[in-house]
């Protein structure tokens, strides 16, 4: 089991910068990749970036060149920095994160969520 902690949402003006972290802990096994999705109200959930467990990175053409994605092993945090917010990068936040269980269990994949964090940009 996986618990995800998003934080570092809230109000900026556009042109403005927010990092967001998530915080993974409660778990036994493997997670395969993290990655940052964001809902706003009426719209499906839409992928902003992921990250492998081998640390590869990749970011949807929309927030490219504005925002990237890096973790920190040691603490299990995931971040997403964003800068040169938009209008458009309002919403809700979202960290998920891709689980295999421990060996010797066969490995299967389980996907968690947190619970999500505001990130609102002015215009």
């Known amino acids: 089991q996986v618990q995800l902690v998003e934080s570092g949402g809230g109000l900026v003006q556009a042109g403005g910068s927010l990092r967001l972290s998530c915080a993974a802990s409660?778990?036994?096994?493997?997670?395969?990749?993290m990655a940052w999705y964001r809902q706003t109200p009426g719209k499906p959930r839409e992928l902003v970036a992921s990250?492998?467990?081998?640390?590869?990175?990749n970011v949807v053409d929309s927030v490219e060149g504005r925002f990237t994605i890096s973790m920190d092993n040691t603490k299990n945090i995931v971040y997403l920095q964003m800068n040169s917010l938009k209008p458009e990068d309002t919403a809700v936040y979202y960290c998920?994160?891709?689980?295999?269980?421990?060996?010797?269990?066969?490995?299967?994949?389980?996907?968690?969520w947190g619970q999500g964090t505001q990130v609102t940009v002015s215009s």
């Open positions: 998920n994160a891709d689980w295999s269980p421990p060996p010797p269990i066969t490995p299967y994949n389980l996907q968690y």
């Open positions: 409660g778990s036994a096994g493997m997670i395969n990749a």
């Open positions: 990250i492998t467990r081998g640390g590869m990175p």
